[in-house]
Nanobody
Framework: QVQLVESGGGSVQAGGSLRLSCAVS????????MGWFRQAPGKEREGVSA???????VYAAAAQGRFTISQDNAENTVYLQMNSLKPEDTAMYYC??????????????????WGQGTQVTVSS
């Protein structure tokens, strides 16, 4: 059974850090593109970062230089280290499988597997 379970969200002040985790079961995460997405209230979901099977990482402009995506193959878990958080980073964060990037935008295929999300709230 395929399952993605996010954790690590919370409330922090601006400038703080959080580390999100996405525990994957039912398939080997390192064999697929795995991505982090977020959706703020009233806004569309946007891709934040992705890591490809070969370990190549990509970031949205808003995340570049502040966020780091990584994965632990032994734990079949994908992480998103978020530093220097800003109030505009406040959103529900989701991980998904089978992502891709086109023209700088990170997306996931319609058949992608998604987690339930973890809330990140950054106060000023």
């Amino acid at each position: 059974q395929v399952q993605l379970v996010e954790s690590g969200g919370g409330s922090v002040q601006a400038g703080g850090s959080l580390r999100l985790s996405c525990a994957v079961s039912g398939f080997t995460a390192s064999r697929r593109c795995m991505g982090w997405f977020r959706q703020a209230p009233g806004k569309e979901r946007e891709g934040v970062s992705a890591i490809y099977g070969g370990g190549i990482t990509v970031y949205a402009a808003a995340a570049q230089g502040r966020f780091t995506i990584s994965q632990d193959n032994a734990e079949n878990t994908v992480y998103l280290q978020m530093n220097s958080l800003k109030p505009e980073d406040t959103a529900m964060y989701y991980c998904a499988s089978d992502c891709y990037r086109v023209a700088g935008t990170i997306s996931a295929v319609p058949e992608a597997n998604w987690g339930q999300g973890t809330q990140v709230t950054v106060s000023s």
